[in-house]
């Protein structure tokens, strides 16, 4: 059973919309990650957030802003995508930094596809 | 940053052989090393893991071996089955995951009955 939820499960908009990803997990895990995957790709790393701090940006264009509310919660706003922007996007958790070598557990994803 | 090399991308084998997966990665500081199967359209889920501490684990059908002094690992999977049929990632990581994960670029296994 997936213990990480993602919603919604697909999304379609527009180039000029405004909308959010949510990801919610109840395992105590103190870090959590969006990943991108484009189809026959790996997922590639956007973000990482340790302690409800953003601790890892990989470059990713200000379109994608994360936000992570409480220990429980992550979200990623979307602004203004870009066709090339349509992928899957995977939210993960783990335990944590200080808890070193635990496996990142991953949600089904959401099909996100711009118009 | 780290660079993942997986090989072959596309693997076949008979059904009940055995199937072999290599990876290499180029940061001598990454120290985690789990491996990924995806079916179509789900999620990916580990199927085992390793730490730069250890050099083989196990996990019924399924073995991984790591060799810090080559930055090799590979996945070995035993008796395949029919189910075994998906596209596997390797990845690492430097703190233990949760600095993310860097992966492969994949393998996709078929069993042929």
């Known amino acids: 059973d997936t213990e990480v939820t993602q919603t919604p499960k697909h999304l379609v908009m527009g180039m000029t919309n405004k909308k959010s990803l949510k990801c919610e997990q109840h395992m105590g895990h103190r870090a959590m990650y969006w990943y991108k995957q484009k189809a026959k790709k790996p997922p590639e790393l956007m973000f990482v957030y340790s302690y409800e701090k953003l601790s890892i940006n990989e470059s990713v264009p200000s379109r994608f802003s994360p936000e992570c509310p409480n ?4 979200n990623l706003h979307l602004h203004a995508l870009q066709p090339e922007d349509s992928a899957l996007y ?4 783990s335990l944590g930094p200080l808890n070193s070598n635990q496996p990142q557990h991953f949600g089904d994803g959401t099909r996100l596809s711009i118009l | 940053g780290e660079n993942v090399e997986q090989h072959p991308s596309t693997l076949s084998v008979q059904e009940g052989d055995s199937a072999v997966i290599k990876c290499t990665y180029s940061d001598s ?3 985690y090393f789990p491996w990924y199967k995806q079916e179509l359209g789900k999620r990916p889920q580990l199927i085992i893991d390793i730490r730069s501490n250890v050099g083989e684990k196990k996990d019924q059908r399924i073995a991984v071996t790591l060799n810090k002094t080559a930055k090799h690992f590979s996945l070995h999977i035993t008796e395949t089955q029919p189910e075994d049929s998906a596209v596997y990632f390797c990845a690492a990581s430097r703190w233990g995951g949760a600095d993310g994960l860097t992966f492969g670029k994949g ?4 069993i042929q009955p």
């Open chain 1, 71 to 74: 220990s429980s919660l992550l």
């Open chain 2, 29 to 31: 500081a990454s120290n």
């Open chain 2, 107 to 110: 393998t996709h296994l078929i």
């Open chain 1, 90 to 93: 995977l939210c993960a958790s």
